[in-house]
């Protein structure tokens, strides 16, 4: 009956709901993080207890394996050559200045000496025959052309040695050899014939064609020029008895005598130089010839005019068409 005794509408005692581990665990977790928020300002540069534990990023930054495309350059390129074309110009401007200036003075010199003289070749005073040319590159020559008329000056001289030398040479095998006479005495010739000839023939023109840009003078300069290179071909290779010292004379100058023939192979040498640097201003000042505007069209009316404006040649018109005149009158009558 004991069984009984018990109160069956009474309950027996519940547990605690909020005891619960699960919900103990998530308590704790609300309560941090809500604590974390709070302490959390966004205007300041602090963070989070929670985000400061995670280490530091940095942004990603992207690096160039390649060169910018082509599309992207042109204004680059363009800007630049804007730039030098202006550089260009400017420099042309002062060389113009300059060139102006230098005329001026020339004048002024010129005014004040009562004209130019003649200072090539330099003699002395009491020599009996004076100067025959005016010759001053940095007062006849435009700026831009100075430096090639003074290397062809300069190739002048070298032609006038390498002939000096040749001669040299020739009399030294004329010394070892006396049936060499012939070639001494062409060595002497060539000397004296081609030293002022090369300089009146070949070096005026070209030094008068850039004073007063003279298509004539350019053409007499290459028709001139081109002979004298086929001279110096000949003479770099030496034909026993044509008075020069080429290879061919050289090495039989070298079997009868070694001192001579040593001698002659420098000589042979120097003709050798003498036509390479020879062709390489040929090829030079015709680049500049092509870039000054002058022709073939300009050479003939350069050449009329020169012909027409030539004293000898007005007169002997005057007379011819004189005498035509009187011929057709006499006819009529």
């Known amino acids: 009956m004991s069984e009984h005794d018990s109160n ?48 530091p990023t940095q942004p990603a930054i992207m690096k160039p394996t390649e060169e910018p495309p082509v599309y992207s350059q042109p204004r680059v390129q363009e800007s630049t050559g804007g730039a030098g074309e202006l550089l260009r110009r400017q420099e042309e401007l002062e060389r113009k200045a300059a060139e102006l200036d230098r005329r001026e003075r020339e004048m002024q010199s010129l005014s004040a000496s009562g004209g130019r003289r003649n200072n090539w070749p330099p003699l002395p005073e009491k020599f009996p025959v004076g100067p025959c040319f005016y010759h001053d590159v940095t007062v006849d020559i435009p700026v831009e052309y100075q430096k090639t008329v003074k290397i062809m000056y300069y190739l002048w001289m070298f032609h006038t040695g390498t002939l000096l030398a040749n001669l040299v040479g020739s009399m030294a095998w004329f010394c070892v050899d006396p049936a060499r006479g012939v070639d001494f005495g062409l060595a002497i010739l060539w000397f004296l014939l081609f030293t002022p000839c090369s300089f009146v023939c070949w070096y005026r023109p070209v030094y008068g064609a850039f004073k007063s840009d003279s298509s004539f003078r350019f053409f007499v ?15 770099s290779v030496g034909i026993p008895g044509w008075g020069a010292c080429g290879w061919l004379s050289a090495l039989t100058c070298l079997n009868a005598n070694v001192a001579v023939g040593v001698l002659t192979i420098l000589v042979a040498a120097l003709f050798t130089a003498l036509v390479v640097m020879s062709l390489v201003m040929f090829k030079k000042v015709h680049a500049m010839y092509r870039t000054t505007g002058a022709s073939f069209q300009k050479a003939q009316q350069e050449m009329a005019a020169g012909v027409m404006s030539n004293k000898t040649v007005q007169a002997a018109a005057a007379t011819a068409g004189s005498k035509a005149a009187q011929g057709a009158f006499k006819e009529s009558i």
């Open 8 to 55: 069956p509408f009474t309950e027996p005692e519940l547990s605690n709901p909020f005891q619960d581990p699960s919900v103990t665990h998530a308590r704790q977790m609300t309560t941090t993080t809500t604590a974390t928020m709070a302490e959390y300002n966004p205007f300041t540069d602090s963070k989070p207890t929670a985000m400061a534990s995670k280490p």
């Open 221 to 235: 300069f290459f028709f001139v020029y081109v002979c004298q290179l086929g001279v110096y071909v000949m003479q």
